[in-house]
């Protein structure tokens, strides 16, 4: 079976411009989570997406934005693009609402850099 | 508010040395805990998770880690670490609730010398 994918695996952008990145999860997977992930630290919450419906959101300004199809995959959309987007852009899928006695799996991640 | 700390940025072992990797969380009532690992240009994997029973977990590839409670740490162990070990090493919790997602820690670098 085919794992989470994520694309594009990586994408160029300059200030000020938008950019959509996407994700299929795992068959049969449910939830779908975005994280972003800093050269230096761990992965940070930033959506996560259940039955086409968000369930949970990070500390994020408004210019990120996500939805999730009704074939689970999922969509994350930043606007207005600071230097400091630049990260591994993950997603992680899970069967149901990643809470208790579910795992979250993840992509290879989309890696973006802001100019 | 609710934290992960990894207490080790880099370590760096001759195989064949033990390994223990040190993980606290901040107190959050029940949580669910996980071990990820990166190896060097590929995505994160699981290692192990707890979710209740027995605290002492083994994962894949002869890993284990040991869910202390009244410490709040669930600290990953190797007894003999091989080159092919050498990646960086992710804790995460997820603290329950209504949201599912997962607090990690900012990993430890592992560097196996051959």
């Known amino acids: 079976d085919a794992g989470v994918t994520q694309s594009p695996t990586h994408l160029i952008k300059t200030r000020g411009q938008q950019v959509t990145l996407r994700c299929s999860p795992i068959?049969?997977?449910?939830?779908v989570s975005w994280y972003q992930q800093v050269l230096g630290q761990g992965p940070q919450f930033i959506f996560q997406?259940?039955?086409?419906?968000?369930?949970g959101r990070g500390n994020f300004p408004d210019r990120f934005s996500a939805r999730q199809f009704p074939n689970y995959s999922s969509e994350l959309n930043v606007n207005a693009l600071l230097l400091g987007d630049s990260a591994l852009y993950l997603c992680?899928?899970?069967?149901?609402?990643?809470?208790?006695?579910?795992?979250?799996?993840f992509g290879p991640g989309t890696r973006l850099t802001v100019l | 508010a609710q934290s992960v700390s990894q207490h080790n940025h880099h370590v760096i072992l001759s195989e064949a040395a033990s390994l223990e990797l040190g993980c606290n969380y901040s107190?959050?009532?029940?949580?669910?805990l996980f071990w990820y690992v990166q190896y060097p240009g590929q995505h994160l994997q699981l290692l192990l998770k707890?979710?209740?029973?027995?605290?002492l977990v083994k994962g894949i590839k002869g890993f284990e880690a040991e869910f202390i409670k009244s410490k709040f740490s669930f600290n990953l162990r190797k007894p003999s670490v091989q080159w092919s070990d050498t990646a960086e090493y992710f804790c995460?919790?997820?603290?329950?609730?209504?949201?599912?997602?997962?607090?990690f820690g900012k990993g430890t670098k592992l560097s196996v010398k051959p």
């Open positions: 992680a899928s899970s069967l149901k609402l990643a809470g208790f006695t579910d795992t979250q799996y």
């Open positions: 068959s049969g997977h449910k939830s």
């Open positions: 997406y259940y039955e086409k419906e968000e369930r």
């Open positions: 107190y959050g009532g029940t949580v669910n």
């Open positions: 707890y979710f209740s029973g027995d605290p």
């Open positions: 995460a919790v997820n603290y329950g609730g209504s949201q599912g997602n997962l607090i």
